[in-house]
């Protein structure tokens, strides 16, 4: 029996599996770099200065490069960075930090200080194609943005990979500051490459992505993925991408099993609406105001009418089955659900990090 560990918020779970029911895993891939590299390109960042380096979310790849920035002020006698981050993640972001390092919540009114370096890490988003520091700060700060970036979205299904207007949108926004960010690219291996500039020339990390993580798998008729990292399924509005970047490789009427601990809970204020009936699925058409969260409710209803999406979280399952979802008490009961509903010899798709994969 192959023995597959998939990441469930800080841990990994493990799916068992018969060899007969495994039809593919599917994992990204790409050449990590090495340490003596990222020190090299890190060292075109000017250390004179103290720098401010706001995290926007969290992830080793991120920990890395504070790490090596770390490392590098230490042997050239520079002054350390000054850590930023929002509330809700400051806990997990400063357990990861160096030694020495003081963390501090930002401030976001400040945005348009010319110190500010934003630290992300590159996904794929259903509604701007890329989920990239540019989109990262358009969703937190820019809300009246959003709303003229939804309409522009292609459709009422997730976009992933793609390049539509939303994505201009994001880089209009972010254009009006003078601020540095640090995009990187990475799987679950490590960081594969990551470029230093304004957010608006980052962007162009985009074809690395591609390049890495684009797959032709054909389509399945069941699929169990996980995000692959704790901070892609830390909420439901962030475990849904995953969703978005394999719904092309589902089949009609298949299934889709997400695997996402969710222990901050929903993470969008549409989704929380929704449950409290207090928004409808008419009202995402074309709204007068933009809810954060929108556009993966709009996704949802939409993916849902080509095949059915299952659950594994902590979320409440009055929450799960309000959002037409299948709820499954842990990563055992997904591989029953699918065997018992579909068949003892249905083949299973695996996608241990589907954050990171676009899958056709």
């Known amino acids: 029996m192959p023995e597959i560990w998939l990441n469930y918020g800080i841990t990994d779970v493990v799916l068992d599996i018969r060899a007969e029911n495994l039809e593919q895993k599917i994992d990204s891939e790409g050449k990590i770099l090495d340490d003596s590299t990222i020190n090299e390109k890190l060292n075109t960042l000017d250390l004179s200065q103290q720098m401010e ?9 991120i920990q890395k490069i504070i790490s090596s920035l770390f490392t590098l002020c230490e042997q050239k006698s520079k002054p350390f960075p000054k850590i930023f981050t929002e509330k809700k993640i400051l806990n997990s972001v400063k357990a990861g930090l160096p030694e020495g390092s003081s963390i501090n919540e930002f401030d976001a009114t400040v ?5 500010l370096i934003f630290l992300g890490e590159m996904e794929f988003d259903g509604l701007f194609g890329y989920e990239t520091i540019s989109t990262r700060l358009i969703k937190k700060f820019g809300l009246e943005s959003m709303l003229s970036a939804y309409a522009k979205r292609q459709g009422n ?5 793609q390049y539509p ?9 972010t254009d009006n500051f003078e601020i540095q960010g640090i995009e990187i690219i990475a799987n679950s291996e490590g960081i594969i490459d990551f470029a230093i500039g304004h957010p608006s020339e980052t962007l162009s ?11 032709d798998v054909g389509q399945h008729k069941a699929m169990i993925i996980s995000t692959g990292k704790d901070a892609s399924n830390d909420n439901l509005g962030n475990s849904l991408s995953s969703l978005w970047n394999c719904s092309n490789a589902i089949k009609k009427d298949g299934l889709a099993i997400l695997v996402a601990e969710c222990k901050g809970g929903l993470g969008s204020d549409a989704l929380q609406q929704y449950i409290e009936d207090r928004l409808t699925l008419e009202q995402l058409y ?3 105001k933009y809810i954060n969260g929108m556009e993966d409710l709009l996704f949802l209803s939409e993916t849902q009418k080509n095949f ?3 659950l594994v979280s902590i979320i409440p399952e009055f929450y799960v089955k309000k959002l037409n979802l299948i709820s499954l008490p842990g990563i055992k009961y997904s591989m029953d659900y699918i065997l018992k509903t579909q068949g003892g010899r249905q083949k299973v798709a695996v996608v241990s990090d589907g954050a990171r994969l676009l899958l056709r």
């Open 308 to 310: 059915q999406i299952g």
């Open 111 to 115: 945005i348009s200080n010319s110190n």
């Open 53 to 61: 380096l706001v995290v926007l979310h969290n992830s080793k790849s």
């Open 205 to 215: 990390c985009t074809k690395i992505l591609e390049s890495n993580s684009i797959k």
């Open 157 to 161: 299904l997730p976009t992933p990979g």
């Open 165 to 173: 207007e939303s994505l201009t949108e994001a880089k209009k926004f």
């Open 286 to 288: 074309n709204p007068t």
